[in-house]
């Protein structure tokens, strides 16, 4: 065995090794042993996004903020899709600061409730074809990134009366994935699902997707949705592969960021000196957008690698489970 083969086996044993231990690959501390290992992906070349229209929920602070700036740092023309317009124009004037020449669009939408995410997806589809005609942009979208979070601290239900958590992680992102498919069609374009590494802790629960039954924790809420985008990925890929739109979910990590102020005060004040950065947060979403050649879909990522979906013992969902997860979304979301 030559020197290469076995220093490339040496970091990924190790690479391995962070995230089983779970804070060490989770830190900062991970993240920085890792963009020193032999098996550390290369950075996107500058301006390979140019050219390409992107969009970000959750825009308006912490990992949004981060991918839509390092989105637009790679030439990509940005749509911050935000609810409070006002705070997303501010974002949009930080970015600009940071990134000169940023092409970036500020979207109204609250993407719990699935009558505003139709509305948008309209509007942005007539939109980005009619820019795409007149020579104004690119005629398609080619990266979105399902970012937007939210914690509550008691159930709560969207508009249209399903769980907060799963109605803002999960069927208002594959909803909206949807109904651009007109846009996104054609164009190798890739769907990002930002979760959690919080997933590892739950199985698949399509028995209760809109946790009805037993005392709610917050925290629980909010894991089973990150595995239920998880477990999603398989038909998701299926449904969307004739428009060649590839799927992908991948988790930050533990990052420092104003939700996680907000909803883990106790969580913040223990680990806040190894927290990474938003930036750090958002480093795989961003080289993903952009990785050539293009990374398969399907997957897991964090840090620049595709990862299992279960640890600790977890035990496998059923593919019966998965597809009644399914249904239920179908149903929910008024998929075709």
């Known amino acids: 065995m030559t020197a290469r083969p076995r220093a490339a086996r040496a970091a990924a044993a190790l690479d391995t090794a962070l995230d089983l231990s779970v804070v ?21 070349a500058p301006g390979s996004l140019a050219g390409r229209r992107a969009l970000v929920t959750g825009a308006s ?10 989105l637009a740092g790679l030439g990509a023309h940005v749509h911050l899709v935000v609810r409070d317009v006002e705070k997303g124009e501010r974002t949009a004037r ?5 990134v000169p020449g940023a092409r970036l669009s500020v979207e109204r939408c609250d993407v719990a409730d699935l009558d505003d995410v139709r509305r948008l997806a309209t509007d942005l589809c007539g939109r980005i074809g009619a820019e795409g005609a007149a020579g104004e942009g690119p005629a398609g979208l080619d990266v979105v990134v399902h970012n937007a ?5 008691v159930r709560t239900t969207s508009p249209q009366g399903r769980e907060l958590t799963m109605a803002l992680h999960v069927l208002g992102p594959v909803l909206m994935t949807d109904l651009l498919r007109p846009v996104l069609a054609g164009r190798a374009a890739r769907v990002l699902l930002v979760t959690s590494g919080g997933m590892y802790a739950q199985v698949l629960r399509a028995d209760d997707p ?14 089973r949705s990150k595995r239920a985008q998880v477990e999603l990925l398989g038909p998701l890929a299926q449904r969307w592969a004739g428009d060649g739109i590839a799927v992908h979910a991948v988790h930050p990590g533990w990052a420092d960021t104003p939700g996680v102020v907000d909803a883990l005060p106790g969580f913040h004040r223990l680990t806040g000196p190894l927290l990474r950065d938003a930036a750090g947060g958002a480093d795989t979403a961003v080289w ?9 879909g399907g997957r897991l990522w964090h840090d620049r690698r595709a990862r299992p979906a ?14 009644r997860l399914w249904q239920w979304v179908r ?3 008024g998929l075709a």
């Open 331 to 333: 149903d929910a979301a």
């Open 24 to 44: 060490g690959g989770y830190t900062r501390a991970g993240l920085a042993v890792r963009r020193r290992l032999a098996t550390w992906p290369a950075d996107p």
């Open 94 to 98: 930080a970015i600009e600061a940071e």
């Open 210 to 223: 809109d946790y009805v039954t037993g005392d709610y924790s917050p925290t629980t809420a909010y894991a």
């Open 310 to 323: 279960y640890w600790l013992g977890r035990r496998r969902a059923a593919p019966a489970d998965v597809q």
């Open 288 to 296: 993903l957008a952009a990785a050539q050649p293009p990374p398969p």
């Open 61 to 70: 602070s912490g990992l949004g903020t981060a991918t839509a700036a390092g």
């Open 149 to 153: 979070g939210a914690m509550p601290p």
